[in-house]
């Protein structure tokens, strides 16, 4: 039972053979942060953990994209339009609003001086021939933690391991479940059998996104860096997808 549904069924995927893409303000780009406390240690509205951080707060998690575009928009998703907190604005103004913003609407604009703020560099890493990574929106990997996640699940009124499951904002959720695959990845020496977890962005455009898990499977010596502008095509392209206004020189509104 424990080998049929454990490490074996995971389904393993190569690192992306263009390398890795990672957007930060911090001047080490590929060195990650410091693991955040344990789970339950902190309230849950101020654990601003990664989604897939270790639940015990011993290892660290570096988190990066297949593409500069989908590195850029998971930055930018912090000003995509929430439509529950438009509707919460809009109930609170009872009365009518002034005509000179009756026609005003809640799309998130970002100009230039609000990227160049940011201090955002866009960097690239090539990533280590044979690294490969547990891909967890495979069914195959889903299917071999079904067993091990059970009250998991219950805890967290969940009734599948689904993409709803696995997008779930709830760090308590995603952490621990990347405890439970960090357990199975890791062999009876206590060495890792992977480099980290292959995943797909809770965002429309799905992009491709990767967990690395120490140590990193990047090249450090071929590391380049560039710092985002309003006109980097990357981040426009992003912004597109996500209905998120860029406004720069070029664009008078």
Known sequence: MAERFG????????APAEGFWRVTSWH??????DPPPPVGEIDAAEDDAGRFDDPEGKHRTLYCASEAEGALGEKLAAFVLNPRVARRIEAFLADEPDPEYADEDLTPILDEDMIDGFNWQ??????????RFVDLWHWSTCAALLPHIGELLANFALRAL????????RRGFTRRLAGIVRRGATNDDGELRVAGIRYTSR?????ICWALWEPLSIDPSEITTSRVAIDTPALRRAANKLGVVLVGPADPN
Do not use: C, I, T
């Not at 490490?7 to 190569?14: E, I």
């Not at 080490?28 to 942060?33: D, G, I, Q, V």
């Not at 866009?122 to 690294?131: E, K, Q």
């Not at 965002?203 to 992009?207: A, C, G, I, S, Y």
């Open 122 to 131: 866009l960097a690239w890493a090539p990533s280590v021939g044979g690294a």
């Open 28 to 33: 080490e780009p590929f060195e990650p942060k």
């Open 162 to 169: 689904d993409v709803r499951a696995l997008a779930d904002e």
């Open 203 to 207: 965002l429309p455009p799905q992009w």
């Open 7 to 14: 490490f074996s069924d995971y389904h393993l995927v190569d």
